[in-house]
Nanobody, 125 residues
């Protein structure tokens, strides 16, 4: 499974960005998907995840109320809408996929089998 992230960029604080993670396999409901991020000098942390059916999402407290994760079954993508971006959202964002049916998605990196190369999000003041 090859995951391809897109949508990163340089924005000012308060702006919005939409990240996408594409894989042809995502048109089928076999995968649980998550977004992780890693800022310079910091450990990788979970941001958001969505369960296999796409009906349930989970967000880190730091992004709750600002980020929305969704699945586009027709196009085989998983999207992360990031609103009201803050300086501390600056990081390399990774998409990860687990080929296991889960009613509740996981924030544990080791649960995920496939990872993308990452897309850089930079938020400036």
């Amino acid at each position: 499974v090859q995951l391809v992230e897109s949508g990163g960029g340089l924005v000012q604080a308060g702006a919005s960005l939409r990240l996408s993670c594409a894989a042809s396999e995502f048109t089928a409901d076999y995968y649980t998907i998550a977004w992780f991020r890693q800022a310079p000098g910091k450990e990788r942390e979970a941001v958001s995840c969505i369960n296999t059916s796409g009906g349930r999402t989970h967000h880190a407290d730091s992004v709750k109320g600002r980020f929305v994760m969704s699945r586009d079954w027709a196009n085989g993508t998983v999207n992360l809408q990031m609103n009201s971006l803050k300086l501390e959202d600056t990081a390399l964002y990774f998409c990860a996929a687990q080929r296991t049916y889960r009613e509740y998605c996981s924030f544990v990196p080791h649960d995920y089998d496939y990872w993308g190369q990452g897309t850089l999000v930079t938020v400036s003041s």
